[in-house]
């Protein structure tokens, strides 16, 4: 399981998103570049903020697990 922190900026005009990933029992670190819809989206899973409507990778995730429930189902005809 990887550490999760949140960290604000001191320069709060400039509003640069990165997420910077750090090796675990290392020193390398590998920043990452977002825009602001991303790291809105980040902050709010990471927060446990309810939406008022999926996001979209959350529907893409949705759709996705639906997509694979139905190649496991049996082909039957009578069910077409």
Known sequence: MAEVR???ADD???RLHVIVLKEQGGSRRLPIYTGSAEAIALACS???VEMP???TYQMADSLHDMELAAQALPDDPDLA
Request: charge should be positive.
């Open 6 to 8: 949140r960290a604000s």
């Open 12 to 14: 709060q005009t400039r």
């Open 46 to 48: 990471l927060e446990a």
């Open 53 to 55: 409507r999926p996001m």
